[in-house]
């Protein structure tokens, strides 16, 4: 494609406006159909469009309602089961999984979705106490980045989060949202601090159940202790909870450095490099928090570590607000109308965009212009000398200093809407490194052999995140479990396996040959040692491939994903399933996916 056709083509720039769509999201409300028989009065319902994250999952015109209380939510779902209905809980639907709903939904289907981000938003101090940690109460549609602010306000945090502040509290819980942290060698966590999910953090939590002597569903406040709150914890949409109490440690000052000179054959090399080699699993060891962005068809990924830094060392900057990577927020117009090029089937440029994407990171962060001269005609033409001046104007970003929350939090929903698959590879921390290792051979291998084809089915970033796993005692509780369908939930078994490698690999939308290359990808992490590995799916992302379409292989539905929740024996997935249908027995709260899944 000549840069005269790719810089002017009206489908490129309509393609970069659907893709950078940002918060002008499909939404708007329809008040012109008669509401559905008995809704509960004073609670308003109106048809609307549902559309998740990368718009995969679109359902046109559902009905919706923004329940105000918790008792609200409880007349819905009770009014449904009288009627004949379902009852879906609607966050901010930064999702992949069809958990909520399932692509094309009609809007005859007899389902209402509850979105609880415009009302039950209330959040509290609940008890601080004297070794630092903290209590906050905190209703399910309030925003993650409104909950770390508030707390952070009082002097509390989290050790991680995920990078996107606008996400639901309980769409975080329900499907074991996390971040990247693992202690780092000699670090001792302070009290409050944990290293799996945030739904490991709860130590209450209400839910809409049934209950067989009252005929009808009531709102149930679960300790962690009890029974069914590990099975409540991370329930996938089987559920609605309204309200949870999560512990939180003593707020830490982060320092975020990003590297982008260390070549990917050095930072994902083979266990036994030689000393001196700048390894993945060298970083995590020395300061616990990692994350490697490896922009497809480039050699050298975007590595940001974090470390605790109560004061401000002389070089890092200080910011007081999340959010500070602006060029990745908002692509400058060039760049988008590339993107916009590549939905509208120039998909082999798909090497060119990974390399603008990581020479814009470049850029923003170091202030190092070299590589842009030294690329080719087409690659300066895009990236001009106002893009150049605009990505440096709000100053360097490669060492940032702040309160936790501003360094974790990074995602905003204006960023570039790619879709993902996603998976966590439960190892030993002295395994870190061969699994990494492991897949980056297979992936560059993998890709080189798709490219030879003509085929790009890669144009976004593979990331790779390291957490610990679910350490019930972190809660504060005595007799918590871990959340029984959480990917972290330790293996009975195996007590040596601490560490869980996070892997997702991201790319546009309906690029040709993705499913095929993701149903590659699953393949090969399934296959591996099962004495060094186990492998289960990130909940939110996508999985279960086919050569065409993601969450339909039967065997992965059936067979893979509930055995590596049994491995190692136990309570699991089959107490979860038990658990959850029998506080809904009337499958109220469900969906023909979550029906055909937890079973």
Same mark, same amino acid.
């Given at each position: ?11 490129? *720039? ?26 509960? @009065? ?40 009288? *009627? ?17 709903? *399932? ?83 000699? &670090? ?39 029974p069914d709150c590990d099975a409540l914890l991370t329930h996938l949409g089987r559920s609605l909870v309204t309200e949870a109490v999560l512990r939180t440690g003593p707020d830490q000052n982060l320092r975020c450095r990003s590297y982008l000179d260390i070549p990917a054959t050095e930072l994902f090399a083979a266990p036994g490099a030689p000393a001196g080699t700048r390894t993945l699993a060298g970083f995590v060891d020395r300061t616990g928090r990692a994350e490697a962005i490896w922009f497809a068809f480039t050699d050298k990924p975007w590595l940001k570590v974090w ?144 490219? @030879? ?68 990808? &699953? ?51 089959? &107490? ?24």
């Open positions: 494609m000549s840069r005269r056709r790719l810089l002017a083509s009206s489908a490129a *720039a309509s393609g970069a406006v659907w893709l950078l769509r940002g918060v002008i999201r499909p939404g708007s409300a329809y008040a012109d159909a008669p509401s559905p028989a008995g809704f509960p @009065a004073g609670l308003d319902v109106y048809r609307r469009v549902y559309e998740n994250w990368a718009g995969e999952i679109r359902a046109d015109l559902l009905w919706t309602c923004a329940p105000r209380t918790p008792q609200d939510v409880l007349d819905a779902v009770n009014w449904a089961h009288g *009627a004949g209905w379902t009852v879906r809980g609607q966050g901010k639907r930064h999702g992949w999984a069809p958990l909520t709903v *399932a692509d094309g939904t009609p809007a005859a289907a007899r389902v209402v979705l509850l979105d609880t981000t415009a009302h039950l938003t209330g959040m509290s101090l609940e008890r601080e106490d004297a070794d630092g940690s903290a209590l906050y109460r905190v209703q399910t549609g309030a925003l993650l980045e409104s909950v770390l602010a508030f707390a952070g306000a009082h002097g509390h945090g989290v050790v991680s989060a995920p990078a996107p502040g606008e996400l639901s509290v309980g769409g975080a819980l329900a499907i074991g949202a996390h971040g990247t942290a693992v202690p780092a060698t000699g &670090e001792n966590p302070l009290p409050g601090q944990g290293y799996g999910s945030l739904s490991n953090l709860v130590t209450e939590l209400t839910a809409v159940v049934w209950d067989d002597g009252a005929g009808r569903y009531v709102l149930r406040t679960v300790g962690r202790a009890e470390s605790v830094a109560p004061d401000r060392p002389f070089a890092a900057r200080a910011v007081d607000t999340p959010y500070n990577y602006p060029f990745s927020d908002s692509l400058p117009e060039p760049v988008a109308l590339l993107a916009g090029a590549l939905v509208s089937g120039a998909w082999a440029s798909a090497p060119l965009f990974g390399q603008l994407q990581y020479l814009l990171a470049k850029v923003a962060l170091t202030g190092d212009i070299t590589d842009v001269l030294l690329s080719g005609t087409l690659v300066r033409d895009v990236l001009t000398g106002d893009v150049l001046t605009h990505l440096l104007a709000g100053g360097l970003r490669s060492d940032l200093w702040g309160a936790s929350r501003n360094l974790l939090e990074y995602v905003r929903p204006t960023t570039l809407r790619e879709t993902a698959n996603g998976y966590a590879v439960l190892t030993r921390r002295a395994d870190l490194q061969w699994v990494v290792s492991r897949f980056a051979d297979f992936y560059r291998t993998l890709l080189a052999e798709y490219a @030879a084809r003509g085929e790009y089915p890669v144009n976004g970033q593979v990331e790779i995140r390291v957490t610990g796993l679910e350490d019930p005692s972190v809660c504060g509780v005595p007799g918590a479990r871990p959340p029984l369908l959480s990917a972290l939930r330790p293996r009975p078994d195996r007590p040596d396996v601490d560490t869980a490698v996070w892997i997702d690999v991201l790319s546009l939308p309906a690029t040709p040959a993705l499913h095929r290359f993701y149903r590659d990808i &699953e393949q090969f992490l399934l296959a591996m040692d099962g004495e060094r590995a186990t492998v289960r799916v990130e909940w939110s992302k996508g999985w279960a491939y086919t050569d065409t379409a993601a969450w339909s292989d039967p065997d992965v539905l059936t067979r893979a994903v509930p055995a590596a929740l049994r491995a190692g024996g136990g309570p699991g997935w089959d &107490e979860a399933v038990a658990t959850l249908d029998r506080l809904d027995p009337h499958r109220v709260i469900s969906s023909p996916f979550l029906d055909a899944l937890l079973r």
